[in-house]
């Protein structure tokens, strides 16, 4: 495992995994939420060259930002996540739910973090168009207009959370409101979109599931 990545990242990665295993509240959520963030688009791994680069994306001001409630049926908040989403099993993307998300949003966007993968804060998941009307979305299954984006593996998919026996990974799973839609297409890159992020976020929201093959 190369070293380089992790470079500036071992005291933000102890905090994520501290209160991933014990989900903040308020204002802790938006600072976890960004934290995350950083660490998936900045400096610390995933797909596009964000392991390389050194520039760091400034949210907008937290009291400006609302708190969206994301749960799981499939997973207790810090949980461990079920066998059929993961490699050990089907590798099917899981269930999520929402709540809050606020007036004016236009589009939702997802994106599934692994804090303790080969490159810290591997981007597993990305999901662009998703309608804010939606409460959610089904086990293996994307509403019509949705769009995947390229994960840290460079593939457009949920492959299912995977990793060496016995290491624990931490898997953040973060909902952002925006005010208008980012165009995405099929296959796109996670990293462009950190400047958008910054300009258009309304609400943000997310839940933690914890993953060990064994």
Same mark, same amino acid.
């Given at each position: ?15 994520? %995994? ?78 999520? %739910? ?42 293996? /299954? ?7 984006? /390229? ?29 208008? %839609? ?31 093959? %064994?």
């Amino acid at each position: 495992m190369s070293s380089s990545p992790r470079s500036s990242c071992p005291p933000r990665l102890a905090d994520l %995994r501290r209160w991933s295993s014990r989900p903040p509240l308020a204002g802790g959520l938006a600072l976890l939420g960004t934290l995350i963030l950083t660490l998936a688009l900045a400096g610390c791994g995933g797909s596009g060259g964000a392991g390389t680069s050194t520039k760091r994306s400034t949210p907008p001001p937290r009291s400006t930002l609302g708190t969206i409630a994301v749960s799981s049926p499939a997973f207790q908040p810090g949980g461990a996540m079920p066998r059929r989403y993961t490699c050990d099993g089907a590798g099917v993307s899981p269930p999520l %739910r929402w709540l809050g998300v606020p007036a004016g949003s236009v589009e939702l966007l997802l994106l599934a973090i692994d804090l303790d993968g080969r490159h810290t804060g591997a981007v597993q998941w990305a999901v662009a168009g998703l309608p804010p009307s939606s409460p959610g979305i089904a086990a293996g /299954r994307l509403p019509a207009g949705a769009v995947v984006g /390229r994960n840290s593996a460079g593939e457009a998919r949920w492959g299912g959370i995977c990793g060496a026996s016995g290491r624990l990974h931490h898997v953040a799973f973060l909902l952002y409101a925006l005010n208008r %839609r980012l165009g995405l297409k099929a296959g796109f890159d996670v990293v462009t979109v950190r400047g958008d992020l910054k300009d258009t976020t309304l609400a943000r929201g997310l839940t933690v599931a914890t993953y060990e093959r %064994r």
